[in-house]
């Protein structure tokens, strides 16, 4: 069995290979015409796939998942037509293969091109959500990878019919069916297997939760770009704007506190804490926000607002400043510097999003240099972390790595680059 | 044992970043003054080094290594001052961190700012050559990063007396001694904790024999930047000059055969090969190159060069077109066409470094474009792959990845990038 799968996987990978020569050289017009016609296909394909929905749907209720992962997994019109809108968003973006990004001549006369190349062959290792299955393998096949995809149990009868469909579109299209290809063995062993494959994938990029990330990058042989944690905070400094102070935080802890990119510590100056906490601190409580405070924070806040919402307010632990509770809890502490703030956020956040609030340019300046996250705010709400936002035009991830790709992952970090040297005989 | 060995690995590692805190704010006047006095104090420290180097020699003596191997370890006062001026040079070279390198605002009034900076800490696990302790410390502290360095045993002696007069020149010029340090346990088990620490290192570079490189790969749970193998392949074809491509063959294959950019397979267009077998081939036996050809390419050679020069004339496997032989050893086949040329270097090379010779625009383009290689080369030699013959001035490595560097990796290599955005209170 374990060798019939190693084999099978293998035959994907050779597979994939082969697709990935042919997607490299297709021309931007060939890539966008076969993804129209798999946002096509995937319209056309569309009772059945809603079918092969029903299936998981019914299966995750019997199993009891959660009314959240159930949403997750729920296809209807509205989301099939939403996915093929994505995909005529991607054919319409740039292409980012070949585009010449420096050019040198030496004093020898060889002339340098440093150009942008597809990566050859990804693999997605994902969870629940099917969308992922019609998102990832677009932006991989525009930037013009071959993709191998290994979405979750839960979800295999509508991947395999959404993969199908966008397979049509491609074979239609004249490009390579296995450019997209799905495993069908939702066994943690093809985890296992796909991680030992460096010969046939270039690089892994797992979507999920932690677990999933831990085994991906314990395991993998190639390279992994991943999505840890979102430990972000905001900095309200001595001299903030309060009313921005206040805007910024409800927008970053309440408008989807279930994101990566949402706030989830919040680090007053000392200075301006006491008419925080008797201002802005209200409106976070009015939206149900639970607030974890250190001792001087709870001796800050007036006695009016802890009699009205004491079951909001309560005493942080330690632990409660290095925890991502994608919910409605902020962790609060108070700072006594610009300085302080930057070493907490250094010791106990995740290098994701992270922003001062201040009116002060060299208090932003030193904290925007010397806070090591993927990105840095100033003035801004945390939420902006987002391709599409950062005017991507679509999302493949964020990664909280630092090599290759950091921050929001568009169609350039998809690629990779090789430099043409021309000349004319030159030898060393 | 293990377990002590596991608690000073992450004390270093914890040491390492915190002197990767203070480098990446460091300004290039300071890591440049640091590089001076390091090369100053090296110089200082000659004969320390060279007695220390001097017990290694002996220790390798004894132990039987070979006379290239003793080569590679043995310092002397010229090597030592080679090593001084690789750090001067290094010092002049521009700051690679703190580069904008796109900004933008979007309609909403975010201005976004992408920035170079330094990895963080990097662990560089390497074998016998001692001049790499400095190469590689050097490189990583002009960019703004903290190095841990596992040398191998054999030249222990030497790599403790280099890397403690790197880290007291540090010291003098004010940055942080822990910015360079070297593991002093040279057990295997070392380079495996090493790649559990995922916490303290950002990235392993790995140099060496492909042991070490697959160890690595395969325990490290970071990214790792490696190179494999170099078997590079160097088509003649049908409309190529054939003085410049016996000129560019001789220089691939006999100017410095054990490095990896050296050409293994020389791949000879059918309309030419008898042309290039009556000619070029002789000065490649002169020199005294074993060519290893397929049945075709026998044929065609003329019984005079047969004659004298007949045991250097081999027939080849199909193992020789997959070998890097680092040696005066070069595997000869014909192809019908460029796509066979090119099909043959996808399926036999190891996409590092490869050359067309053509006069023919358009078969050099469709090379060029199709070899998925880091370097593709036209009318020169693979040599040319190189840091400093691409202008980088300094080199860490040969990527042979996709994924963060692929080719030479300079300095820029050495860095990662972060975004700064900022606002006037902006929220979703």
């Not at 029903?54 to 296809?75: F, H, P, V």
């Not at 239609?172 to 985890?191: C, H, M, W």
């Not at 200075?271 to 974890?292: C, K, M, N």
């Given at each position: ?273 006491t008419?925080?906490l008797s201002g802005?601190l209200r409106?976070?409580l009015e ?13 800050l806040i007036p006695f009016s607002i802890k009699a009205s919402h004491s079951?909001l307010i ?115």
């Amino acid at each position: 069995m374990a060798n019939d799968l190693t084999a099978e996987l293998h035959l994907i990978g050779e597979r994939a290979r082969s697709a990935a020569r042919i997607l490299a050289l297709a021309s931007p017009k060939a890539k966008n015409a076969a993804l129209l016609a798999m946002a096509e296909q995937l319209l056309a394909d569309a009772s059945e796939i809603l079918a092969a929905n029903a299936i998981d749907l019914e299966n995750a209720q019997k199993a009891g998942l959660s009314g959240a992962m159930l949403d997750r997994l729920r296809l209807d019109e509205k989301r099939l037509s939403a996915m093929a809108d994505g995909i005529r968003v991607a054919a319409s973006l740039p292409d980012p293969v070949g585009a010449i990004l420096k050019e040198w001549t030496k004093e020898n006369g060889l002339a340098f091109q440093k150009v942008s190349v597809p990566i050859g062959v990804i693999g997605i290792i994902y969870e629940s959500r099917p969308n992922v299955t019609s998102d990832a393998a677009i932006l991989c096949l525009k930037a013009g990878n071959a993709v191998i995809l290994r979405g979750g149990s839960e979800a295999i009868h509508s991947n395999r019919a959404i993969s199908a469909s966008l397979q049509a579109g491609t074979a239609k299209a004249g490009l390579p069916e296995a450019s997209i290809q799905l495993v069908q063995v939702t066994d943690r062993v093809a985890v296992r297997v796909l991680c030992s494959m460096e010969k046939h994938l270039d690089c892994i990029i797992p979507r999920g939760g932690k677990g999933l990330i831990e085994t991906v990058s314990l395991h993998a042989r190639m390279p992994v770009i991943k999505h840890y944690d979102g430990i972000c905070s905001i900095y309200v400094d001595a001299r903030a704007d309060l009313e921005k102070a206040r805007a910024i935080i409800m927008n970053a802890k309440c408008q989807r506190p279930g994101v990566c990119n949402a706030a989830e510590t919040l680090l007053l100056h000392r200075e301006i804490a006491t008419t925080f906490l008797s201002g802005g601190l209200r409106t976070l409580l009015e939206q149900g926000v639970e607030v974890r405070c250190d001792r001087e924070t709870l001796d800050l806040i007036p006695f009016s607002i802890k009699a009205s919402h004491s079951s909001l307010i309560k005493e942080a632990s330690e632990e409660d400043y290095r925890t991502e509770f994608l919910a409605l809890i902020l962790a609060l502490k108070i700072v006594g510097s610009v300085d302080e703030a930057i070493a907490h956020i250094e010791s106990h956040g995740s290098h994701h999003s992270d922003a001062i609030v201040t009116e002060d340019a060299e208090a932003a300046r030193c904290f925007q240099r010397s806070v090591d996250s993927a990105t840095v705010y100033w003035n801004a709400s945390t939420r902006f972390t987002d391709g599409s936002e950062f005017g991507f035009g679509c999302e493949i991830g964020i990664s909280t790595d630092k090599l290759h790709a950091r921050g929001p992952m568009g169609l350039q970090e998809l690629t990779s680059y090789k430099y043409l040297i021309s000349g004319n005989g030159q030898v060393r």
